[in-house]
Nanobody
Framework: QVQLVESGGGLVQAGGSLRLSCAASGIIFSINTMNWYRQAPGKQRELVAQITSGGSTNYARSVKGRFTISRDNAKNTVYLQMNSLKPEDTGVYYC?????????WGQGTQVTVSS
């Protein structure tokens, strides 16, 4: 069965950095596009970053230049390096993989950025 387990969230001051990790199991990790989403309080879940099997990346406009997504296929892990964090980056961050018609989510990790 597919499992996605996030880690690395926490409380950080504005301007600080965090690195999120998502360990995947139950899938052929290397062939899948991996995604990071976030959900802020009272808002819809939004796509933050994605990385294809070939290493191409895509970012939400609000995080471009501050966040970097990467993957280690040997470890079945995807990372999200978050720099210059802002209070509006606060939310629950989720790892996601879509293998149509199915879609899988991790349990989420809380990121809180204080001003």
């Amino acid at each position: 069965q597919v499992q996605l387990v996030e880690s690395g969230g926490g409380l950080v001051q504005a301007g600080g950095s965090l690195r999120l990790s998502c360990a995947a199991s139950g899938i052929i990790f290397s062939i899948n596009t991996m995604n990071w989403y976030r959900q802020a309080p009272g808002k819809q879940r939004e796509l933050v970053a994605q990385i294809t099997s070939g290493g191409s990346t895509n970012y939400a406009r609000s995080v471009k230049g501050r966040f970097t997504i990467s993957r280690d296929n040997a470890k079945n892990t995807v990372y999200l390096q978050m720099n210059s964090l802002k209070p509006e980056d606060t939310g629950v961050y989720y790892c996601n993989v879509a293998m149509l018609p199915y879609e899988y989510w991790g349990q989420g990790t809380q990121v809180t950025v204080s001003s």
